[in-house]
């Protein structure tokens, strides 16, 4: 199912261009259940490591993690090497 999940993130990633932490958990949590965006220790929801494993494994070389953005978009030219992108 963290599968499934990953998926959808990556179509949407696709039909948007981009995929903010903030919509992903509010729409994984609606879509696929509330047992997928457990609450960190901060208190705030997020997204389950076996989905975000999934997603890097199906994203790995083409999508970056906007880290100031808290999102995930395509890799571009001009990025540096790595997942996270300042």
């Known amino acids: 199912m963290a599968l499934d999940v990953a998926r959808w993130m990556l179509a949407e990633l696709d039909r948007e261009g981009m995929l903010?932490?903030?919509e992903a958990v509010s729409e994984i949590g609606?879509?696929?259940g509330e047992e997928f965006t457990p609450p960190n220790e901060n208190g705030n929801l997020s997204i389950r490591t076996d989905v975000l494993a999934a997603f890097r494994?199906?994203?790995d070389e083409t999508v970056v993690w906007e880290r100031?953005?808290?999102l995930w978009r395509?890799?571009?030219?001009?990025?540096n090497p790595g997942r996270q992108q300042n």
């Open 68 to 70: 100031g953005e808290r």
């Open 57 to 59: 494994k199906l994203t």
């Open 30 to 32: 609606d879509r696929f």
């Open 20 to 22: 903010s932490q903030e």
């Open 74 to 79: 395509k890799r571009e030219r001009h990025d």
